[in-house]
C-alpha cells in the first residue's frame, strides 16, 4: 500500500461520537433565532430524551465510546434548551429593540469588538459610486435613548463614515450619538445605529491591538511599490484588509468564485501554519512539537487579521488539522471538527445563520472526508501526488460548499473549480510573503518592500485568473434560491459524484454534458461574431447603468458617452470592441450609474479629455471625475448646450439641457440632478443617434418646448426606459431604433412597460442590455440595423 493510500482514513472509521452535539448544538441556534427562543427549547428537549432513551435502552449494547457520545448529546440539548434560549430571549426583548423600531436617538457609550470593515454603496440615484462607510460591531456599556438611561448590555451594530470611524481599533472605548434602526437579519444584535459625526471621548485600545495595527499600517505603506490592484489586493491575502482593493477586483473575483481569497480564511491559517511546520520539521524537530510552534504562530495571525466572527471562525478550523497532527492520529480530525463547531456556537450562537461559518465548517469537512480520498484516487491511476492534491483540495471544496452558497446566494460559479486550480500554486508563496513583508516592513521598511516585490508577481498571476474567469459568459449561473435551491444542488452533486463511480453513467454522463455544451454553451461563445463588422454604436452591458460607444471612421477610435455604475464592464466592452483610443469621454450626467466605470476607461487606452455638462452635483461625484482626471493629467472640459464636436466619420451636437437651476433640488429619487443631463444629437455612419441621459419630464418638456430637433434614427431610451417619459418626446425622435441601457433583476421596475409598449407603437424596434447584452448598431441598405450580442442573427426593422 502506497504512503498516500496509509494517509487517508476512511468515512467509517472516523470517530463520529460529537457529530451529533454538533448537529443538536447548530439546529437550536438556528431555531432560536430564526423562530423564537422557545424553539430552540423544544430542540433541546427534543435532543434530550433521545439520548436518555439511548444511554437506558442501549445501556447493555452501546460501547463506552458511544455511551460517551451520547452523554455529549445530553449535555449539548441542556446548552440549547437552557442557557442558549435564555440569550435568545434577553435579546427579543432587549430594551433598544422597541427604540430601533420606532427610530429613536440615542447616545451610547460601547466597546468597539471587531475593526470597521468598509462598506460600498451601490451608488444610484445620488449615492457615492463606491462611497465607503464602514461598519462594525460594539458591545453597549451605557445606552442613552431619548435622553433616558437605558441601562447596558447588548450588542449593536454600528455604521459610520470611512473617514471619521476606519481607525478605531478593537477594544476602544467610544462615545457616540446617533439614531437606532431595526437590526437586519437573524442575529443577536439588538439594534443598528446609524452614527452622526465623529466619535468622542475615544479610550486607547489594548497594546496588542495598537501593535497588530502597526504592522497593518506597514504591509499598506510597503505594497505601495506594487501597481495599484495587486497592491490592494496583496493585504488581503495576509490580513483580510480590502481596504484598497478595487471594485473591479473585488467584483472579478467574487464572479470567479475566488472571493475567499480575499478574506482570511483556514486557506490562510493553513499556509502561515504549514509554513512554520515545514520549517521545524527541516530543522528535525518532533511533530507534536511543531505543532504546537504552528499553534502559537496560528495565534498570532489570528491577533495579526483581529478578532472578527470570520477570523476567530477561521482560527478555530485552522486549529482542526493541526490538533490532528498533534495528537498523531488522522482520525481525530472529524471529531476536532465536531468539538470546534460545538465551542463556537456556544460561545456565539448568532455563527449558526452566518454563510461564512457555513461555508467554513463545509470546507474543513470536505478537506477532511473527501480530499484526501480523492487525492489518492488520482494517485492510484498515476497522477503525481503534488498535482493530485491541486486538483482534489478545490474540487473537494466546491462540492461541499456548492449547495451553501446556491441556497443562499442563488448562484453557482461555473468556472469556480478550474480558477481556482489555476490560482492554487501561487496562494502559498503570495501568502508567505506578505505575512513575512508583514514581519519586516515595520522594523526594515526597505526589506518589507523587497518581499512585497516577491509576492507581486502571484498576486498579479491571481488577478489575471479572476479577470479571465468573470469574463467567460455566464460564468455565474441562477440558481434556485432558499433551501429547495440547496437540496436540489446536494441532489445534481450526489449523482454527478456517484455517476462517475460507474463506467455506465460516466458516459452518460459525459454525454449529458457535451450535449449542455453544444445547446447552451456554443451559442453564447461561438455562434456570435462580435463586434459586428461597420459597427458605428454599441450600448455596453454594464448592469443598472448607461455606457455608449460612438465609432469614428478611424479602427480603434471612438468616443465613449458615460461609464456605467463600477469598474470593469466599460472596459471589457471597450475591449470586445478593439477600443484603444478615446478622444473624449462624455458623462451626461454626474450619477454614480454613470461614472462609477470612468476609471477604467484609462486602463490600456489613450485618453483624449472628459467633458460633463453644466451639473455639478452631486458634489462628491464632482470631485471624484476631477481627481480621475487629474491623476491621469487629461483636462476636464465644460459642454454647454449649442456646442459641436467633430472627428472624422463622427459628429456631436449639444441639444440640452435647455434649462439648469443653479441648485438642483436633492430629491430622493435624483430628478434634479438627472434634468441636468446632457442631450447629445450624434451623426454616425449609420445614421443620427439621440444620447438623452436621464432626462425625465421636466427636461423633455423644456426639449419640446425649446424646439430642439429631436428626430433620430436611433434613441437612447431615457432613464433606463423609466416611466417618467413624455410620449410624445419619444414620439418626436421617429427613431427606428430603441436602445435601453438596464441591469437584468434592477429594483426599480426598469424598463417600465408603458415606456416599452409605447416605443414599439411607433415603429421602433427595443433592444434591452438586460436581455440582449451588448448592442450594436450597424448601417443597413435601408438604415440603421441592430445586432445582439449572443444571438446568431441580428435584429432588423426596415
Given at each position: 500500500m502506497s504512503r498516500s493510500e496509509d494517509a487517508v482514513v476512511p468515512p467509517s472509521e472516523q470517530d463520529a461520537r460529537l457529530v451529533p452535539s454538533a448537529v443538536v448544538l447548530w439546529l437550536g441556534a438556528l431555531l432560536g433565532l430564526l423562530c423564537g427562543w422557545w424553539t430552540a427549547i423544544v430542540c433541546g428537549g427534543?435532543?434530550?430524551?433521545?439520548?436518555?432513551?439511548?444511554?437506558?435502552?442501549?445501556?447493555?449494547?452501546?460501547?463506552?465510546?458511544?455511551?460517551?457520545?451520547?452523554?455529549?448529546?445530553?449535555?449539548?440539548?441542556?446548552?440549547?434548551?437552557?442557557?442558549?434560549?435564555?440569550r435568545f430571549g434577553d435579546a427579543e426583548h432587549h430594551p433598544m429593540r422597541d427604540a430601533a423600531a420606532r427610530s429613536a436617538g440615542v447616545a451610547l457609550r460601547v466597546t468597539i469588538a471587531e475593526r470597521p470593515r468598509p462598506v460600498r454603496s451601490a451608488g444610484y440615484a445620488g449615492q457615492r459610486a463606491g462611497a465607503r462607510s464602514v461598519v462594525f460591531a460594539a458591545d453597549v456599556d451605557q445606552a442613552i435613548v431619548d435622553g433616558r438611561d437605558s441601562g447596558s448590555g447588548g450588542r449593536v451594530v454600528v455604521i459610520g463614515s470611512f473617514d471619521s470611524w476606519a481607525a478605531l481599533l478593537p477594544g476602544q472605548e467610544v462615545t457616540l450619538t446617533g439614531s437606532l434602526a431595526p437590526p437586519r437579519g437573524h442575529d443577536l444584535t439588538v439594534a443598528a445605529v446609524l452614527v452622526r459625526?465623529?466619535?468622542?471621548?475615544?479610550?486607547?485600545?489594548?497594546?496588542?491591538?495598537?501593535?497588530?495595527?502597526?504592522?497593518?499600517?506597514?504591509?499598506?505603506k510597503a505594497c505601495a511599490?506594487?501597481?495599484?490592484?495587486?497592491?490592494?489586493?496583496?493585504?488581503?491575502?495576509?490580513?483580510?484588509?480590502?481596504?484598497?482593493?478595487?471594485?473591479?477586483?473585488?467584483?472579478?473575483f467574487t464572479d470567479?468564485?475566488?472571493?475567499?481569497?480575499?478574506?482570511?480564511?483556514?486557506?490562510?491559517?493553513?499556509?502561515?501554519?504549514?509554513?512554520?511546520?515545514?520549517?521545524?520539521?527541516?530543522?528535525?524537530?518532533?511533530?507534536r512539537f511543531s505543532a504546537i510552534a504552528a499553534g502559537f504562530a496560528l495565534a498570532g495571525f489570528v491577533l495579526l487579521a483581529g478578532p472578527e466572527p470570520s477570523v476567530l471562525r477561521a482560527g478555530?478550523?485552522?486549529?482542526?488539522?493541526?490538533?490532528?497532527?498533534?495528537?498523531g492520529r488522522k482520525r481525530s480530525a472529524l471529531p476536532a471538527l465536531a468539538t470546534t463547531v460545538c465551542v463556537l456556537i456556544t460561545a456565539d450562537p448568532a455563527m449558526a445563520v452566518d454563510l461564512g461559518f457555513a461555508l467554513s465548517v463545509a470546507a474543513t469537512a470536505g478537506l477532511v472526508l473527501?480530499?484526501?480520498?480523492?487525492?489518492?484516487?488520482?494517485?492510484?491511476?498515476?497522477?503525481?501526488?503534488?498535482?493530485?492534491?491541486?486538483?482534489?483540495?478545490?474540487?473537494?471544496?466546491?462540492?461541499?460548499?456548492?449547495?451553501?452558497?446556491?441556497?443562499?446566494?442563488?448562484?453557482?460559479?461555473?468556472?469556480?473549480?478550474?480558477?481556482?486550480?489555476?490560482?492554487?500554486?501561487?496562494?502559498?508563496?503570495?501568502?508567505?510573503?506578505g505575512v513575512l513583508a508583514t514581519l519586516v516592513a515595520a522594523v526594515w521598511p526597505w526589506g518589507g518592500e523587497a518581499l512585497v516585490r516577491l509576492a507581486g508577481p502571484e498576486a498579479d498571476w491571481l488577478i489575471t485568473v479572476a479577470r479571465h474567469g468573470a469574463a467567460v459568459p455566464d460564468a455565474m449561473v441562477p440558481w434556485p434560491s432558499g433551501w429547495w435551491g440547496g437540496l436540489l444542488a446536494v441532489v445534481v452533486l450526489v449523482t454527478i459524484v456517484l455517476a462517475f463511480r460507474r463506467r455506465g453513467l460516466r458516459l452518460l454522463?459525459?454525454?449529458?454534458?457535451?450535449?449542455?455544451?453544444?445547446?447552451?454553451?456554443?451559442p453564447r461563445v461561438v455562434a456570435p461574431a462580435w463586434p459586428p463588422t461597420g459597427w458605428a454604436m454599441a450600448a455596453c452591458d454594464v448592469g443598472q447603468g448607461d455606457a455608449v460607444v460612438l465609432g469614428t471612421a478611424e479602427p480603434g477610435r471612438a468616443v465613449v458617452v458615460d461609464t456605467g455604475p463600477e469598474p470593469g464592464p466599460v472596459d471589457r466592452c471597450l475591449d470586445a470592441l478593439g477600443v484603444d483610443r478615446v478622444p473624449l469621454v462624455v458623462l451626461s450626467h454626474l450619477h454614480a450609474d454613470h461614472i462609477g466605470g470612468l476609471a477604467s476607461v484609462f486602463e490600456g487606452r489613450s485618453v483624449g479629455a472628459v467633458a460633463i455638462g453644466p451639473g455639478r452635483s452631486p458634489p462628491w461625484a464632482w470631485r471624484q471625475v476631477a481627481e480621475t482626471a487629474a491623476k491621469h493629467g487629461v483636462p476636464l472640459l465644460d459642454l454647454a448646450t449649442g456646442q459641436r464636436l467633430d472627428w472624422p466619420g463622427l459628429t456631436l451636437d449639444v441639444i440640452g439641457p435647455r434649462f439648469v437651476p443653479a441648485r438642483p433640488r436633492a430629491e430622493p429619487d435624483g430628478t434634479g440632478i438627472n434634468n441636468t443631463s446632457l442631450v447629445v444629437r450624434a451623426a454616425t455612419a449609420a445614421g443620427t443617434v439621440l444620447l438623452t441621459g436621464d432626462v425625465e419630464v421636466a427636461a423633455q418638456g423644456d426639449l419640446?418646448?425649446?424646439?430642439?430637433?429631436?428626430?433620430?434614427?436611433?434613441?437612447?431610451?431615457?432613464?433606463?426606459?423609466?416611466?417618467?417619459?413624455?410620449p410624445r418626446f419619444l414620439a418626436e425622435t421617429g427613431a427606428r431604433v430603441a436602445m435601453v441601457s438596464v441591469g437584468a433583476g434592477n429594483t426599480y421596475g426598469h424598463p417600465n412597460k408603458s415606456t416599452v409598449d409605447e416605443l414599439t407603437a411607433m415603429g421602433a424596434l427595443v433592444g434591452r442590455t438586460d436581455t440582449d447584452g451588448d448592442l450594436a448598431v450597424v448601417a443597413d441598405r435601408a438604415g440603421p440595423a441592430l445586432v445582439r450580442r449572443g444571438q446568431e442573427t441580428s435584429g432588423r426593422r426596415r
Amino acid at each position: 500500500m502506497s504512503r498516500s493510500e496509509d494517509a487517508v482514513v476512511p468515512p467509517s472509521e472516523q470517530d463520529a461520537r460529537l457529530v451529533p452535539s454538533a448537529v443538536v448544538l447548530w439546529l437550536g441556534a438556528l431555531l432560536g433565532l430564526l423562530c423564537g427562543w422557545w424553539t430552540a427549547i423544544v430542540c433541546g428537549g427534543v435532543a434530550a430524551v433521545v439520548a436518555a432513551a439511548v444511554l437506558v435502552c442501549g445501556r447493555r449494547a452501546l460501547s463506552a465510546r458511544w455511551k460517551a457520545g451520547a452523554v455529549a448529546l445530553l449535555v449539548a440539548a441542556f446548552v440549547v434548551a437552557c442557557p442558549m434560549a435564555l440569550r435568545f430571549g434577553d435579546a427579543e426583548h432587549h430594551p433598544m429593540r422597541d427604540a430601533a423600531a420606532r427610530s429613536a436617538g440615542v447616545a451610547l457609550r460601547v466597546t468597539i469588538a471587531e475593526r470597521p470593515r468598509p462598506v460600498r454603496s451601490a451608488g444610484y440615484a445620488g449615492q457615492r459610486a463606491g462611497a465607503r462607510s464602514v461598519v462594525f460591531a460594539a458591545d453597549v456599556d451605557q445606552a442613552i435613548v431619548d435622553g433616558r438611561d437605558s441601562g447596558s448590555g447588548g450588542r449593536v451594530v454600528v455604521i459610520g463614515s470611512f473617514d471619521s470611524w476606519a481607525a478605531l481599533l478593537p477594544g476602544q472605548e467610544v462615545t457616540l450619538t446617533g439614531s437606532l434602526a431595526p437590526p437586519r437579519g437573524h442575529d443577536l444584535t439588538v439594534a443598528a445605529v446609524l452614527v452622526r459625526g465623529p466619535p468622542a471621548e475615544a479610550g486607547q485600545a489594548p497594546w496588542w491591538q495598537r501593535g497588530a495595527e502597526t504592522l497593518r499600517a506597514g504591509l499598506r505603506k510597503a505594497c505601495a511599490v506594487l501597481d495599484e490592484e495587486p497592491a490592494g489586493l496583496v493585504p488581503g491575502l495576509v490580513t483580510g484588509d480590502t481596504a484598497g482593493l478595487p471594485e473591479r477586483v473585488r467584483t472579478e473575483f467574487t464572479d470567479a468564485g475566488m472571493s475567499h481569497l480575499t478574506a482570511v480564511s483556514g486557506s490562510n491559517l493553513a499556509i502561515a501554519c504549514g509554513a512554520v511546520l515545514i520549517l521545524l520539521r527541516m530543522c528535525r524537530l518532533g511533530p507534536r512539537f511543531s505543532a504546537i510552534a504552528a499553534g502559537f504562530a496560528l495565534a498570532g495571525f489570528v491577533l495579526l487579521a483581529g478578532p472578527e466572527p470570520s477570523v476567530l471562525r477561521a482560527g478555530a478550523m485552522g486549529a482542526v488539522g493541526l490538533l490532528a497532527l498533534a495528537l498523531g492520529r488522522k482520525r481525530s480530525a472529524l471529531p476536532a471538527l465536531a468539538t470546534t463547531v460545538c465551542v463556537l456556537i456556544t460561545a456565539d450562537p448568532a455563527m449558526a445563520v452566518d454563510l461564512g461559518f457555513a461555508l467554513s465548517v463545509a470546507a474543513t469537512a470536505g478537506l477532511v472526508l473527501l480530499a484526501p480520498r480523492w487525492s489518492a484516487a488520482l494517485v492510484r491511476r498515476g497522477v503525481p501526488p503534488g498535482f493530485a492534491d491541486g486538483i482534489a483540495v478545490p474540487l473537494a471544496a466546491f462540492v461541499v460548499t456548492a449547495p451553501v452558497l446556491a441556497g443562499m446566494v442563488g448562484t453557482v460559479s461555473a468556472v469556480s473549480v478550474l480558477a481556482n486550480v489555476l490560482a492554487a500554486p501561487v496562494v502559498a508563496p503570495a501568502t508567505v510573503f506578505g505575512v513575512l513583508a508583514t514581519l519586516v516592513a515595520a522594523v526594515w521598511p526597505w526589506g518589507g518592500e523587497a518581499l512585497v516585490r516577491l509576492a507581486g508577481p502571484e498576486a498579479d498571476w491571481l488577478i489575471t485568473v479572476a479577470r479571465h474567469g468573470a469574463a467567460v459568459p455566464d460564468a455565474m449561473v441562477p440558481w434556485p434560491s432558499g433551501w429547495w435551491g440547496g437540496l436540489l444542488a446536494v441532489v445534481v452533486l450526489v449523482t454527478i459524484v456517484l455517476a462517475f463511480r460507474r463506467r455506465g453513467l460516466r458516459l452518460l454522463l459525459a454525454v449529458a454534458l457535451a450535449c449542455v455544451l453544444l445547446v447552451v454553451v456554443t451559442p453564447r461563445v461561438v455562434a456570435p461574431a462580435w463586434p459586428p463588422t461597420g459597427w458605428a454604436m454599441a450600448a455596453c452591458d454594464v448592469g443598472q447603468g448607461d455606457a455608449v460607444v460612438l465609432g469614428t471612421a478611424e479602427p480603434g477610435r471612438a468616443v465613449v458617452v458615460d461609464t456605467g455604475p463600477e469598474p470593469g464592464p466599460v472596459d471589457r466592452c471597450l475591449d470586445a470592441l478593439g477600443v484603444d483610443r478615446v478622444p473624449l469621454v462624455v458623462l451626461s450626467h454626474l450619477h454614480a450609474d454613470h461614472i462609477g466605470g470612468l476609471a477604467s476607461v484609462f486602463e490600456g487606452r489613450s485618453v483624449g479629455a472628459v467633458a460633463i455638462g453644466p451639473g455639478r452635483s452631486p458634489p462628491w461625484a464632482w470631485r471624484q471625475v476631477a481627481e480621475t482626471a487629474a491623476k491621469h493629467g487629461v483636462p476636464l472640459l465644460d459642454l454647454a448646450t449649442g456646442q459641436r464636436l467633430d472627428w472624422p466619420g463622427l459628429t456631436l451636437d449639444v441639444i440640452g439641457p435647455r434649462f439648469v437651476p443653479a441648485r438642483p433640488r436633492a430629491e430622493p429619487d435624483g430628478t434634479g440632478i438627472n434634468n441636468t443631463s446632457l442631450v447629445v444629437r450624434a451623426a454616425t455612419a449609420a445614421g443620427t443617434v439621440l444620447l438623452t441621459g436621464d432626462v425625465e419630464v421636466a427636461a423633455q418638456g423644456d426639449l419640446l418646448a425649446g424646439g430642439a430637433d429631436l428626430h433620430a434614427d436611433v434613441l437612447k431610451v431615457p432613464h433606463h426606459g423609466s416611466r417618467y417619459s413624455i410620449p410624445r418626446f419619444l414620439a418626436e425622435t421617429g427613431a427606428r431604433v430603441a436602445m435601453v441601457s438596464v441591469g437584468a433583476g434592477n429594483t426599480y421596475g426598469h424598463p417600465n412597460k408603458s415606456t416599452v409598449d409605447e416605443l414599439t407603437a411607433m415603429g421602433a424596434l427595443v433592444g434591452r442590455t438586460d436581455t440582449d447584452g451588448d448592442l450594436a448598431v450597424v448601417a443597413d441598405r435601408a438604415g440603421p440595423a441592430l445586432v445582439r450580442r449572443g444571438q446568431e442573427t441580428s435584429g432588423r426593422r426596415r
